[in-house]
């Protein structure tokens, strides 16, 4: 296999992609999806015009492998967070911090997801989708752990949950709310727990019917 410097072609292009990325992530947190262009990537990134064609398709796509492994980040985390022998709500609570944290943890990647990405094309829009339903099936694992009537829909409820914590972390992130960290977390505790103890509660009524 020939080398290049002491990296072989694979090598070289997967650090030349890892620049693309980096370079992305800078410039769409700094100036916005909508004012960078595939110019100005490969400019920050000291790169020649053909090599951004050797990794993306389109800008949307390099913000859909941006939000791809933003996402495959924070699900790996809040897996290893509720798959502990913590109690429910511990653990409930230590996802939703990690969700709520990224602005705060890595700005960046924090308004790239909550802001940047929705003004980008159709294949963000798709990851941004299959990001949602993977956080999605986390909680829903969470919820089946409590007896349920068999009329609730937890794929449903799930789909909310993650959906109103979502929007709380925008209306945070973009100044409409007014309130810290924790009492984010608090928040949607709150309604994790909303969810939990009606589908309990109307579960035991059910079944003593």
Known sequence: MRTYGGATAEQRASLRRRRLMESGLELFAGRGYAHTSISAVLRHAGLKDRYFAESFSSLDDLMAALVREIYEEQIARCAEAIGTDQPLRDRARNMIDIVVGLPL???????????????????????????????????????RERPLDPRI????????????????????????????RED???QGLFLFEAITEHTSATSRHHGSG
């Open 105 to 143: 943890e890595d700005p960046e990647k924090g308004r790239v997801k909550l802001t940047e990405s929705l003004g980008a094309g159709p294949v963000t829009a798709r990851e941004r989708r299959l990001g949602l339903r993977r956080m999605s099936g986390l909680v829903d694992s969470l919820l």
């Open 153 to 180: 829909d937890t794929a449903a409820l799930s789909v909310a949950v993650v959906g109103a914590i979502g929007e709380m972390s925008l209306s945070w992130f973009s100044g409409v709310l007014d309130a810290s």
């Open 184 to 186: 984010l977390v608090d």
